[in-house]
């Protein structure tokens, strides 16, 4: 009789045991991760919470920066120009992840990216000497042009990718494929000495860049979570 009832206590012991185990995987489940990110717009680093087991939030800080990219001997209308550009970016993505399927690690992405500065600088100096008709202008009283492009506001983007915002190792990677649905980027032209009438080209320029519409957004990204 004593053996049965130790074996009867033994067994709810066990249930007791079982359960508690149960509970605690579930309170320690890993709803967070920190991430960084590299390719276009830059590079980032992410929060993500996962919401519940289709859904996850997070938000990405995104910067790039290019100093005095230079090319030298480009064609402009038969004349040869230096280019001296320097671009700037800094993103902030508020953003929802989906996973349609459970045992896959496809998502869809969606959100919007506040663009506090994306911004284009360039700045065309010419090389040689130019000729107008019998007259030689020397090449440093031509001037230069320069036109600085800049992207801002608001801009929704959508994506798919691979990999989970809150991977089910510790470390997870992931690639991610979209693109920002941002307004037409602002130009301002100007030009220096002989090339100043350039600058009333400035409204034919912003026509051109209409379609401009778009930031590619491609982001391998490395998640930690805890």
Known sequence: MKMKNYLIYFFFFSICLHTSAQDDIEIKERKNAFAVSFGSPGMGLEYARKLNSKFSAK????????????????????DKVDLLANLDVKIID??????????????????????SNVNLNSVFTYTE???????????????????????????????????????????????EIGTYFASPPTVNLT???????????EENLQNSLEDFKFIPRIQFRLAYNF
């Open 191 to 201: 030009a220096s000495k002989l090339l100043a009438p350039t600058a009333s080209q």
């Open 129 to 175: 000497d130019v000729t107008v008709g019998t007259v030689i202008i020397k090449k440093q009283d031509v001037g230069e042009i320069v036109a600085d492009v800049n992207w801002s506001e608001a801009a929704p983007y959508l994506g798919f990718g691979f990999g989970r915002a809150i991977p089910k190792k510790r470390l997870g990677f992931g690639i």
């Open 59 to 78: 938000v990405v800080w995104h910067t790039f920066s290019l100093s005095d990219f230079s090319q030298e001997d480009l064609d402009l209308n038969g």
């Open 94 to 115: 508020l953003g929802i992840e989906y996973l349609p399927f459970k045992n896959s690690s496809l998502k869809l992405t969606a959100g919007i990216g506040f663009l």
